[in-house]
């Protein structure tokens, strides 16, 4: 008789509109670099896209313990994406304590990659786990596969030499070349990308390259993995496209907003999380004539950007969460003495220290009104990452047009999180004219302009122009110190009525979904998202829902009043204890309906769908 051999089994190609991966494990293990590679490669491909890193609030938590770990989610699809995504359809875990705060995410029968040589009796005491997942059963919803991911990458890594802790830093990228077979995607990007971050250390080129050869060779070679995945290019609009997040779109539209109005641009911040990485991003435009200054404390950042509002800059700072609160005196000396300043401020969970790496929205109330008297500004809130760029350049402008400081509300989330952006062309961008006084002719330096009320900006030094100003109260016109009470209150009216002038030039709102009928649904900031996809959900089930997403805050559109009663109901999503509700219910005296999440994390699709369900039975 012959001897009979056996073919491998033949692997499945299984073509899907939409995945959510999520990479979760400790903050040292590189989580987030993995993440955002396969998001990079997703994007390059075509793919629509939206991510969600989620960072230990934790500096140094022990390692392998629940405080320490750090996770990034990817929800990319041959269809328009809005959220990263409700349940995960794979969940690669490096750790018992990853598994632990991860698994609640993961779908029934959704694949689990876990580090199986991280399972160790002291590895589940330090995740507070009895027995190993991995042997008493509780895995057995999921497609589990068990991979020695240390020992094997010390296997494919054992000829180059390395030090142990070196090659340990390059498992993650085992589980990425596992990721990118099991999604039939290139590692040629991550390629390039490992080059250029390790081009003076030629080995750990070599090494990294290596590793994600492995991962991917493994499922190759494997017979656990039978099927892999493929999603189709996205059909986006027609253009150049790069990922961003929400923080480098604001940095790009500041200094875009510099650029149209022909000033420099000068940011004084003090470093806190989640806003610091737009000083990072600023700091690498000197080119452009921009000027960070990382200050001392938040009251040493604001107070030096409205100097150089006064001196003729494009003045912004940035802040999150407790900063702002330091920063409220300032603010009320740029509404005095009325210059151009953006106060960015990228909400995080509060009070206090709080979440400072989770995300919240509560932070309206104190943009609208946490300032003493009568201090009112525009506030404008981002929707999505690549708003944020948008917001930038339109806060910008205001500011500069009515001489006013500014205020946008931007989050964790919106900050940290990407999506495709499409690059505009210069053409596209709106024009920011710039007029500073030089004339002493008749000159005051409160005078108004009767479309804007706002008041010249003159640059010191200017001859002729020398004016004073400064937190005591200004006589109208003169600007002379002047204590005067129907003075006083004739100033305060005429900050408000500049304020309130900011309204001519927001555009109606448009509510997208069905333009009346049983539910309107408003949001603001990045509930954007999630509140779209729940929508479309519901409208194809045949709802009559509208949405209107608020990017004005303060002043509100003109005709949003009106908008609201085209609908018998009114629902309020917010990332607070229903602070726009209040706005709305006092403003328009509408019966709307809140509904609230303070957890740090995003809206899900699928808990709007059961609130907007629940509305309307």
Not at 156 to 168: I, Q, R
Not at 279 to 300: C, M, P, R
Not at 386 to 403: H, N, P, Q, T, V
Not at 475 to 484: A, F, M, P, S
Request: net charge neutral; hydrophobic share 40%.
């Amino acid at each position: 008789m012959g001897t009979i051999t056996q073919s491998p089994p033949r692997k499945i190609r299984e073509v899907i509109e939409k995945a959510v991966i999520r990479f979760c494990g400790d903050s040292g293990d590189g989580m987030q670099v993995t993440g955002t590679q396969f998001s990079n490669t997703v994007a390059l491909y075509g793919n629509d896209l939206a991510t969600f890193p989620d960072y230990p609030a934790e500096i140094r938590a022990p390692a392998g313990t629940l405080p320490g770990v750090s996770g990034f989610q990817i929800h990319f699809g041959s269809t328009e994406v809005y959220t990263p995504g409700d349940a995960v359809d794979a969940l690669v875990a490096m750790n018992p304590a990853a598994l632990k705060m991860n698994l609640a995410d993961l779908k029934k029968n959704g694949t689990l990659i876990v580090n199986a040589d991280d399972f160790q009796p002291a590895d589940l005491k330090k995740a507070q786990m009895a027995s190993s997942p991995l042997e008493d059963h509780t895995l057995d919803a999921y497609r589990l596969f068990p991979v020695e991911l240390t020992k094997l990458t010390g296997a494919a890594l054992k000829e180059l030499g390395l030090d142990a802790k070196s090659v340990d830093r390059c498992k993650n990228f085992f589980a990425l070349g596992m990721c990118y077979w099991l999604y039939n995607r290139s590692m040629d990007s991550t390629f390039r990308w490992i080059e250029d971050k390790f081009k003076t250390k030629p080995l750990l080129i070599e090494a990294n390259k290596l590793a994600m050869k492995a991962g991917y060779a493994y499922c190759e070679a494997t017979e656990a993995f039978q099927v892999s995945y493929e999603i189709p290019p996205a059909k986006l609009e027609p253009g150049v496209y790069r990922s961003i997040s929400g923080n480098t779109a604001l940095a790009l539209g500041f200094v875009a907003a510099s650029q149209k109005a022909g000033i420099p641009l000068f940011l004084g911040s003090y470093p806190i999380t989640p806003a610091s990485d737009v000083l990072h991003e600023l700091s690498k435009f000197k080119d452009f004539g921009v000027k960070t200054f990382q200050a001392e404390d938040e009251i040493a950042a604001v107070t030096s950007a409205i100097g150089a509002a006064y001196s003729g800059a494009l003045g912004i700072t940035t802040t999150s969460g407790p900063g702002m609160a330091l920063k409220t005196e300032a603010l009320g000396l740029a509404v005095a003495v009325e210059l151009p300043l953006v106060v960015c401020n990228i909400q995080r969970g509060g009070p206090s220290t709080g979440l400072p790496t989770k995300t919240e929205q509560a932070d309206l109330l104190q943009a609208l009104y946490g300032r003493n008297s009568e201090a009112p500004l525009p506030v404008l809130a981002a929707a999505t990452p690549g708003d944020c760029f948008w917001i930038a350049l339109e806060a910008s402008r205001i500011a500069l047009k009515y001489m006013v400081p500014v205020i946008v509300l931007s989050d964790g989330y919106l900050a940290n999180g990407a999506e495709p952006w499409r690059i505009p062309n210069v053409s596209e961008l709106p024009e920011i004219p710039v007029h500073f006084a030089t004339n002493p002719e008749g000159f005051l330096p409160y005078s108004r302009d009767p479309d804007t009320l706002a008041r010249p900006w003159a640059i010191p030094g200017t001859p002729g122009l020398e004016h004073r100003v400064g937190g005591i109260e200004k006589q109208d016109g003169t600007g002379n110190l002047n204590y005067e009470p129907l003075n006083h209150e004739k100033m305060c009216r005429l900050r408000a009525a500049k304020v309130e002038a900011v309204a001519q030039e927001i555009p109606d709102v448009v509510p997208a979904g069905d333009p009346e009928g049983d539910l309107l649904i408003v949001g603001w900031g990045s509930t954007y998202g999630s509140i779209t996809a729940a929508l479309k959900a519901q409208r194809a089930m045949g709802r009559k829902i509208g949405h209107v997403h608020l990017r004005y805050l303060n002043p509100l559109p003109k005709n949003l009043g009106n908008v609201l009663k085209k609908y018998k109901k009114v629902l309020v999503p917010e990332m607070n204890m229903g602070q726009l509700l209040v706005l709305l219910r006092a403003k328009y005296l509408v019966d709307a309906q809140g509904y609230d999440k303070i957890q740090g994390k995003p809206f899900k699709q699928a808990e709007l769908e059961a609130k907007i369900e629940e509305v309307l039975a």
